[in-house]
């Protein structure tokens, strides 16, 4: 295979995919999650030892007895102990045996919850793949990354929020024409990226029904790239124990973008999640 070959749109697209698949079934990939609990008074957790309860300084306390084999940072857990959440400088992680880990997670509400990982989880043994569209040179789009006013936000529903809405920053605006039509689009921080949520006409058809992602780098002098070839599932299309944001209506576009991850197979072919 020559250098030319390799660096091809196409090829590009085949290792990203490749990447995109072993992550999902890391220890902590998206197929690996089998449980997300909130704890706000003492009480047991689905599929994992212990009795867990709020610490009023942020994170859980877990009561456990040596035989439950609990080890939170290292050490094993006799009476009880303190685990700290992702929103602290250290966060602890938690072993409950060879596959099983977790770690706690804070919500925007000053919640605490345990998310619980199995790298051994029925949905790992029955992954076959991610489906995707072939490479479609259509969809990668050239558009322009606007600033909004500093702490602009918009509020996104979350999937499993019965229409309840989260405020998220929105730095900018993103702005293309595509076949006659102007879109303009919001999308949150993520990271040093923007994060586009959205919707097509594919979606309950060809793709999953909630919609996909798009990670976009804007340029310094406010170019963006959008390559739907590289749109990716959203979480919760490989697991129901995380709660995904729903496309806001400017992202929801009328006609199908054929590009991008469609849907999570089974090794029987068939899909995860619809």
């Known amino acids: ?39 706000d008074s003492e009480q047991t957790i689905w599929g994992v030892p212990g009795r867990w309860a709020p610490r009023p300084e942020g994170g859980l306390v877990v009561s456990a007895a040596a035989s ?6 290292g050490v094993l857990v006799t009476e009880s102990a303190v685990v700290r959440g992702k929103d602290d400088a250290n966060p602890s992680v938690v072993v409950f045996s060879d596959t099983v880990s977790g770690f706690v997670i804070a919500g925007e509400e000053g919640q605490y919850g345990l998310r619980v990982w ?4 029925e949905a790992i043994q029955q ?20 600033e909004n006013p500093a702490g602009t936000t918009m509020g996104f529903e979350h999937l499993k ?9 929105i730095p900018g605006e993103i702005t293309f024409s595509k076949d006659g039509i102007d879109y303009n689009l919001a999308a949150f921080k993520a990271g040093r990226a923007l994060q586009l949520v959205y919707a097509d006409a594919s979606n309950g058809v060809d793709t ?12 310094p002098d406010g ?27 400017q992202n929801r576009f009328t006609v199908a973008i054929n590009a991008g991850e469609k849907n999570v197979l089974n090794k029987d072919g068939s899909v995860l999640h619809g």
């Open 1 to 39: 295979m020559t250098d030319t070959a390799i660096a091809t749109p196409e090829h590009q697209l085949a290792t990203y995919h490749a990447r995109r698949e072993e992550s999902v079934v890391q220890p902590t990939g998206h197929l690996a999650l089998v449980n997300t609990q909130w704890v």
């Open 68 to 73: 439950d084999a609990i080890i939170v940072d």
């Open 118 to 121: 199995d790298s051994q989880s």
């Open 127 to 146: 992954f076959g793949s991610i489906d995707a569209y072939p490479y479609n040179p259509n969809w990668v789009i050239t558009g322009k990354f606007k």
């Open 161 to 169: 929020d019965n229409g309840k809405t989260k405020e998220q920053v």
């Open 208 to 219: 999953y029904s909630v919609g996909r992602f798009l990670f976009i780098a804007p340029q």
């Open 223 to 249: 170019t963006v790239i959008l390559d739907f070839n590289r749109a990716v599932l959203p979480p919760c299309a490989f697991s129901y124990n995380f709660n995904c944001p729903l496309p806001p209506k």
